[in-house]
């Protein structure tokens, strides 16, 4: 998930200043444009930079009316599977961020926005994030199936959960950073790793990444933390909304992330339960499955 990023910021009583942050990889197509408010037009040319992961466009607008209760969103927003955030800065009221999706690719400025509602938005992009994330996802899952015992697997989940946080709030806060792309191509090794792990598991034969577990899943965090900066570091949200970002996104993550390991646990149980039978060969489907798939993702982003 690479969020598009839509800025409207009032300067003085009639005029704004309009920024879109389209990202290059973020299934966005040429077509989708900004829809502002109701009385609101651009005045004058619009400029237009390349940046490092996105396309930025900067425009003048000349709004007539009060922009509370109006709409604003995207339009061509077609089959994209990013998300929008919008952020609204009038001069007379709190900032409020909204999040666009295809679905619904039009959000209503409030007149009065809520108090935690800049926080929520990004607590829910943070969910979003993990659960459609895939490799994010995946590895987690990994983790779960490679591991015995509710303990060990906890502690291995808290390494993880520490080692990307830390890498996150590094980057985001500009004290640490790797290229994205070979990031991403250590992300999806790490899943293969633990998928080859899995099937090479034996009883009574403990593999090193089943004694150290907590080890192994410090030191992939710290790469998934910079995948999961990617997300908000790429387009370049604004330093005021950092801390804010940061603290929700990240908390939004550890709840997705708590939500898979707990419908991992859940299918196991009830396959061990219910269908002792094929608990062996389901597991090594999911181990195969997990494994190809990585497999696919390391040569599709070492060498697209």
């Not at 839509?6 to 197509?29: C, M, Y």
């Not at 490092?52 to 599977?81: E, M, N, Y």
């Not at 679905?103 to 829910?124: D, L």
């Amino acid at each position: 998930m690479r969020p598009g990023y839509l800025e409207f910021s009032q300067n003085n009583a009639t005029d704004w200043r309009l920024v879109w942050k389209a990202p290059l990889r973020g299934g966005l197509t040429p077509d989708t444009r900004p829809v502002l408010p109701d009385g609101c037009a651009l005045t004058g040319a619009t400029e237009r930079q390349r940046a490092a992961a996105a396309v930025i466009l900067t425009s003048a607008v000349r709004c007539k009316l009060d922009v509370a209760g109006q709409g604003i969103g995207l339009s061509g927003f077609g089959a994209s599977q990013t998300d929008v955030l919008v952020r609204v800065s009038p001069l007379d009221r709190p900032v409020q961020v909204l999040r666009l999706t295809p679905k619904e690719p039009m959000a209503v400025i409030a007149a009065k926005p809520e108090q935690w509602q800049v926080a929520w938005t990004y607590f829910v992009t943070g969910i979003e994030h993990i659960l459609f994330g895939y490799d994010h996802l995946l590895f987690v899952v990994s983790l779960v199936l490679l591991l015995s015992g509710a303990w060990t697997i906890a502690k291995a989940v808290t390494a993880f959960t520490v080692a990307h946080s830390i890498t996150l709030i590094g980057t985001t806060m500009g004290l640490l950073g790797l290229p994205q792309r070979p990031v991403e191509a250590v992300i999806a090794l790490s899943i293969l790793f633990l998928a080859v792990e899995i099937a090479k598991k034996r009883e009574g034969v403990p593999r090193l990444s089943e004694r150290i577990p907590w080890v192994v899943a410090f030191g992939f965090g710290l790469l998934h933390g910079f995948g999961f900066a990617g997300a908000l570091q790429e387009i370049g949200l604004p330093e005021s909304d950092v801390p804010t970002a940061l603290l929700t996104f990240n908390l939004g993550v550890e709840v997705g992330q708590l939500a898979i390991v707990l419908a991992a646990l859940g299918l196991l149980y009830l396959l061990r339960r219910f269908a002792k039978a094929i608990e062996m060969p389901v597991l090594k489907l999911a181990t195969y499955a997990i494994g190809i798939t990585a497999s696919f993702w390391f040569v599709e982003r070492t060498f697209a």
